[in-house]
């Protein structure tokens, strides 16, 4: 294999004075360079490229990469690039939830649908609440939420949060029919609730109980529930509390 400097250009989508820059750093040496000055690449530059230009995707910055591609072991290079690999996977799995947030938002605007912040703001990074999350209900616990999470990926977290939008949906349906909490389709929704939290931390009768509570106690949780409607968030909490007294302690 053997490319010059603008035809990698072309193909890699980057300047010439890029890849000139990255010459006189050290950091891309070219296999050769011709009697014009023109350089040349083969494949293990275009290998190196390749793992230069991920890593400036997750933003690293130039002097860590240099250190980052300085070998010449297949194996650790190999190593490297399937961690770079993972992470360029969870930033797409990431970038996935805010094409859907905002393609929801399009949707209300355009229908005249009210919005809450949690609609607007879901899928970004929410790191900012794991402290919370931490003192409320443990590392161990958050820890395997995080993880549960991750391996859903893109399309099953798609549909988990799909689940979650029908079941209020249907509480709030029933909330507006004066449904009784201990109502067969109530809690057969309320069913579907713990299945859904379930999938991240299976809560038994009083901390299933609790959670129901925080629905209405906790702002933030019932205006993500109210938003289906009023009085889902009640309903939810009291046919929880009724679902409850039949899990184990």
Excluded: C
Excluded at 194 to 223: C, I, K, N, Q
Aim: charged share 30%; no cysteine; hydrophobic share 40%.
């Amino acid at each position: 294999m053997d490319i010059d400097i603008a035809e990698l250009a072309r193909r890699a989508g980057v300047t010439s004075r890029t890849l000139r820059h990255y010459d006189a750093i050290g950091l891309l040496t070219p296999a050769w360079t011709g009697a014009d000055g023109r350089r040349h690449y083969g494949e293990a530059e275009l290998v190196r490229l390749q793992h230069i230009l991920v890593l400036r995707e997750l933003d690293v910055p130039l002097d860590t990469i240099a250190s980052a591609v300085d070998t010449d072991d297949p194996a650790l290079i190999a190593a490297l690039m399937r961690d770079h690999h993972t992470a360029l996977l969870a930033r797409r799995d990431r970038y996935a939830a805010l094409a859907a947030t905002v393609e929801r938002t399009i949707t209300r605007i355009e229908r005249g649908l009210p919005m809450t912040a949690d609609d607007m703001f879901e899928g970004f990074d929410h790191d900012r609440y794991e402290p919370e999350a931490r003192e409320r209900w443990g590392d161990d616990a958050v820890e395997r939420s995080n993880e549960a999470w991750a391996v859903l990926g893109a399309e099953g977290q798609r549909r988990h949060l799909a689940e979650h939008g029908e079941i209020a949906s249907g509480i709030a349906s029933l909330a507006a029919a004066d449904a009784e909490p201990a109502d067969p389709e109530v809690q057969a929704l309320v069913a579907r609730h713990h299945a859904w939290v379930s999938t991240f931390w299976t809560p038994g009768r009083e901390a299933y109980t609790g959670l129901g509570r925080s629905y209405v106690d906790d702002p933030r949780f019932r205006a993500t529930y109210d938003k289906f409607g009023d009085g889902t968030a009640e309903l939810l909490r009291d046919a929880i509390a009724v679902f409850a007294e039949g899990l184990e302690a």
